[in-house]
Every structure is written in C-alpha cells, then in structure tokens.
C-alpha cells in the first residue's frame, strides 16, 4: 500500500481521487469507485492525426493503469496553445458539454498544463482539469515501494504541487464564500508553501544520502571490473520479463505502465564465459514529466554510468520506432545519450515469421527476441557479448621484473590472453577497456586489436 506524502507529515486529506494529486492523497486507490475521465488533445502543425490517436491511446492506459475509466475524447487543432485555457474557449464548452454527457468528474489533457491553465480550466468546467504528468505522477505515487522510490516520487509531487498553490488558496476563499475568507485563505496558503519547501528540503538531504550509497556500491562494483549493462526501453516493452529470463530475478512484472520504479542489479553470464552485471529499471515514456527525470537521478545514474545500454523495444507495439525516438531523448536528457546502444525487439512471438525484419534491416546490430518463450534469447546474449567486446581493445604490455604491482594490475583490469617471460620483464597481450589501458599506458608497446582474435 501507498503511504499519502502529506499524511507523513501529518496533513489530512479532504478529497480523494486524481484532482489532489501532488500532495493530500497519492491516486485513487482506496476508492469504491472508478472515476470517469475525458480525455483531451491538441493536435498542432507537423503531428498527424495518427500520432494523436496514437497519443490519446496512451493517455487512456495511463488513467486505466492509475485506476479511472476514460469516456470520451475531444480533439482539436490549433497552431499553438491558448495561454489561458490550453484549447480554445469554443472548445472548453464542447468538453463541457462531453463532461457533462458522460457524467465525468474530470478531464485529462495530453500536454502539461500551466498552473494558470489548470486554474482557468478547473473555473469554467466546474471539475477537475489535470494533465499527463499529473497522471504519470499518480502511477508512479502507486507504484513506489522502496524508500528512496517513495522519497524520489514525493519529491516530484510536491514539486509539482507548489506553483499551483495559489489555486487552493483561491479556491478556500471561494469556498468561504464572503467578507474576510480571503485572508485566512491566504493565509493557509503561506502555511501550505512553506510546509512543502520544508518537506522538499528534507526529502532532498534524505536523497543525497541515498545516492551517495549508491556511488559507492557503484564505485565497488567498478573495483570488480564486471562490464555493466543497463536495461533501458519505454515502459511494459517487457524489460523485466527479460531481466528475469535472463538471470533468474524476481523483478515485477505486469501489464501495466510503469510496474518498475526502482533498480535491480543481477550478475549475468555470458556465453563467452565473461560475467557481466545487468540492472533493470524504470521505463520511459513520451513526454516523461522533467521533474520526475530530475527527481529520479540517483536511480537513472545506473544508466547513465552503463557500459552498455540494451536497449529493449515492444517489437509488436503499434509504433515501436516513435518510442525508441522517445526513448533516445530521455537517454540524452539524463546524459546517457552517448553510451553504446544494442537494439533488441521483444515479443516476437505475437509476431508472424519475418515480422520485424524491416526493423532488424532499419537498426544495424539490432536482434529480434521474446523474453517470454525465450526465442531469440542466446541471438541476445551472444550480442551483448560482442558489443562488450568491440568495446575493449587487445594491447601489447611490457612489464619490467621489477614492477609486480603493474603485472598484478594487468590481471586484475584485463583479460589476459597471452603471457610470456622474457629476460627483461613480462610481455603480455591483453583485453582491456579504456579506463585501464589509460591506467597502464606507459607499459604499452603495442595495440594489436584485430592481430589477435
Ligand atoms: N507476448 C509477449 N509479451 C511479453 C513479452 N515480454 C513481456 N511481455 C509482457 O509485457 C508486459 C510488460 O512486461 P514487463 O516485463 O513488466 O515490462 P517492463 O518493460 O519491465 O515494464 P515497466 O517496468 O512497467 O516499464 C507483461 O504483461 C509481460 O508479460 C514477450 O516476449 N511476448
Ligand atoms: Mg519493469
């Protein structure tokens, strides 16, 4: 079960459901019933209506995943957002009138809303107006199970929540409804502002705290010399269904967004006989909410120190090149874009025989697999070996007789191939990352990548 961030703190809650998101409860779990959701969309220049179909669908997993039932859909286009209203005034009473004929308590936009819009909205249609983060939030409320994952979600909520306090406060001098609720209304909106930014502080030491562990578990398991791999994708591309397939884990899995929040580390041997360490963690999505990326750094930080990204796409999925695109762009967000990436589309079992060779062709490397039959498992491990390797080099080393320490080191941070003892010191040929060769580059004679293999 949730703990409710503000209950932690001792607040009390006085609504329920999606609208008070971001602080007095967590989502709509305890609820006897499914709130009934209108969603809305803007389809502007350069999208297709494909793309917001495509979007719309998504947006109603999310509200299903976090427990309400969408309706209905509007949709309009426009060349840019009304700053007021998000959609155009026109448009809110034709939401209205959809409200109104599906007896929905609240509407869900596809976009973020400014705290002005989600105020201006919420005035005129008389029920609430949220947007995706809102509802990726809620998830991700619903989802966290370890500290440092409830710790990092609050994080994000109450971020959220403070620029749109000043809708509460207006809203508790509207709800006194006369001469002097304007001021205790005020009033309690100081009271909740600084609440919250107490309550950030905290959060935010607790954090520091748990990152640096993390460094430091990070920097024992670099001492170890395993390669990493981190298991990146958008969210139910069936990341964990491999983790556990491929190394025995008990990670969760479901058919739900966002089932994993936290990070799982499993040793995984290879077929080449090299043991790397693969870590599974949370999924991405299009227009994953900037402040969960920021609030989430210490998880993403095992992407982003990677050696290697395997890179796990929903092959059977309606578009799965628009989410590898949404994917590389959190990569890139969170610093990882760089990192080596091996493709690998899943679910091949749902598919007819030669069914994603248009993406194998498109994505050179890439490798077609089901984490659930197991099909196409060894194709996947046999390349993530060969990228690992493709990502040291062999080197030549002469190591004098009077630097044991050096020839110690070589052991320790290669894989030694070849040792000879020759009368001025040890000449050994070796594999070895670029951390190390720069570590032992004065006993280079030679680099015979590819002279060897
Ligand atoms: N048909 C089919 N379904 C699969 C396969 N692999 C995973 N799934 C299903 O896809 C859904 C999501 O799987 P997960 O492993 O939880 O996906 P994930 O990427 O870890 O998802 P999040 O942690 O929620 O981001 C589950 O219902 C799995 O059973 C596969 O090879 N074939
Ligand atoms: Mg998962």
């Given at each position: 079960?949730?703990e409710?961030p503000?209950r932690q703190n001792?607040e009390?809650?006085?609504?329920?459901?999606?609208?008070?998101?971001?602080?007095?409860t967590?989502g709509?779990?305890d609820r006897s019933f499914r709130?009934?959701i209108?969603?809305?969309?803007?389809?502007?220049?350069?999208s297709?209506?494909d793309?917001?179909d495509?979007?719309?669908?998504e947006?109603?997993?999310l509200v299903?995943?976090?427990?309400a039932d969408?309706v209905d859909r509007?949709?309009q286009?426009r060349?840019a957002?009304?700053?007021?209203?998000y959609?155009g005034?026109?448009?809110?009473?034709?939401?209205q009138?959809a409200?109104d004929?599906?007896?929905?308590d609240?509407?869900?936009?596809?976009?973020?809303?400014s705290?002005a819009?989600q105020?201006n909205l919420e005035?005129?249609?008389k029920r609430t107006?949220?947007d995706r983060?809102?509802v990726?939030?809620?998830?991700?409320?619903?989802n966290a199970?370890?500290?440092?994952?409830?710790?990092?979600?609050?994080?994000a909520q109450?971020?959220?929540r403070l620029?749109?306090?000043r809708?509460?406060?207006d809203?508790?001098?509207?709800?006194g409804?006369g001469?002097?609720?304007?001021?205790?209304?005020?009033?309690?909106?100081?009271v909740?502002?600084?609440r919250?930014?107490?309550?950030?502080?905290?959060?935010?030491?607790e954090?520091?705290?748990?990152r640096?562990?993390r460094?430091?578990?990070?920097?024992?398991?670099r001492?170890?010399?395993f390669h990493?791999?981190?298991?990146?994708?958008?969210?139910n591309a069936?990341?964990?269904?491999?983790l556990?397939?491929l190394t025995?884990?008990e990670?969760?899995v479901e058919?739900?967004?966002?089932a994993?929040l936290?990070?799982?580390t499993?040793r995984?041997p290879?077929?080449g006989?090299e043991?790397?360490?693969?870590?599974?963690?949370?999924?991405?999505?299009?227009?994953?909410?900037?402040g969960?990326?920021?609030a989430?750094?210490s998880?993403?930080?095992?992407?982003?120190e990677?050696?290697?990204?395997?890179h796990?796409?929903d092959?059977?999925?309606?578009?799965?090149?628009?989410?590898m695109?949404a994917?590389?762009s959190?990569l890139?967000?969170?610093?990882?874009?760089?990192?080596?990436e091996?493709t690998?589309?899943n679910?091949i079992d749902q598919l007819?025989?030669g069914?994603i060779?248009h993406?194998l062709h498109?994505?050179?490397?890439?490798?077609?697999?089901?984490?659930r039959?197991?099909?196409?498992l060894?194709?996947?491990?046999?390349a993530?070996?060969?990228r690992l390797?493709?990502?040291t080099q062999?080197?030549e080393l002469m190591i004098?007789?009077s630097r044991?320490?050096?020839?110690a080191?070589a052991?320790?941070?290669?894989e030694?191939l070849l040792?000879?003892?020759?009368?001025?010191g040890?000449r050994i040929?070796?594999r070895?990352?670029?951390?190390?060769q720069?570590l032992?580059?004065d006993?280079?004679?030679?680099d015979v990548?590819g002279?060897?293999?």
């Open positions: 079960m949730n409710l503000d001792g009390s809650s006085h609504r329920g459901g999606f609208g008070d998101l971001a602080g007095e967590t709509l779990i709130e009934q209108v969603l809305v969309a803007v389809q502007f220049p350069g297709t209506s793309q917001i495509a979007n719309l669908d947006l109603a997993q299903d995943t976090a427990g969408p509007v949709i286009r060349d957002p009304d700053p007021a209203t959609v005034k026109g448009k809110v009473t034709e939401i009138a409200s004929g599906s007896d929905a609240t509407v869900v936009f596809d976009d973020e809303l705290p819009q105020f005035k005129i249609l107006a949220l983060t809102a990726i939030l809620d998830i991700f409320a619903q199970t370890t500290m440092e994952g409830k710790a990092q979600v609050e994080l109450l971020q959220y620029p749109r306090l809708r509460r406060g809203q508790l001098s509207q709800q409804g001469i002097g609720t304007r001021g205790p209304g005020e009033t309690q909106l100081e909740d502002r600084r919250i930014q107490r309550r950030l502080a905290k959060l935010e030491k954090l520091t705290g748990l640096t562990t460094k430091n578990q990070r920097k024992s398991r001492r170890s010399r990493t791999v981190a298991i990146v994708g958008y969210t069936g990341k964990s269904t491999l556990n397939r025995g884990a990670a969760l058919d739900r967004l966002f994993t936290d990070a799982t499993r995984l290879l077929p006989g043991t790397v360490l693969i870590t599974d963690t949370v999924g991405f999505i299009q227009k994953l909410p900037t969960l990326i920021e989430f750094k998880t993403l930080e095992e992407v982003a990677a050696d290697l990204l395997l796990v796409v092959g059977y999925g309606p578009d799965p090149e628009a989410h695109h994917v590389r959190v890139r967000e969170i610093g990882a874009g760089d990192i080596p091996l690998v589309f679910k007819e025989d069914g060779d993406l498109r994505h050179e490397g890439s490798v077609g697999f089901s984490a039959t197991g099909e196409g060894d194709r996947v491990l046999a993530i070996g060969d390797r493709s990502l062999i080197v004098p007789w044991g320490d050096v020839l080191a052991h320790r941070e290669g030694v040792e000879q003892h020759e009368e001025h040890t040929q070796a070895f990352d670029e951390v190390s720069r032992l580059a006993f280079v004679v030679d990548s002279s060897v293999e």
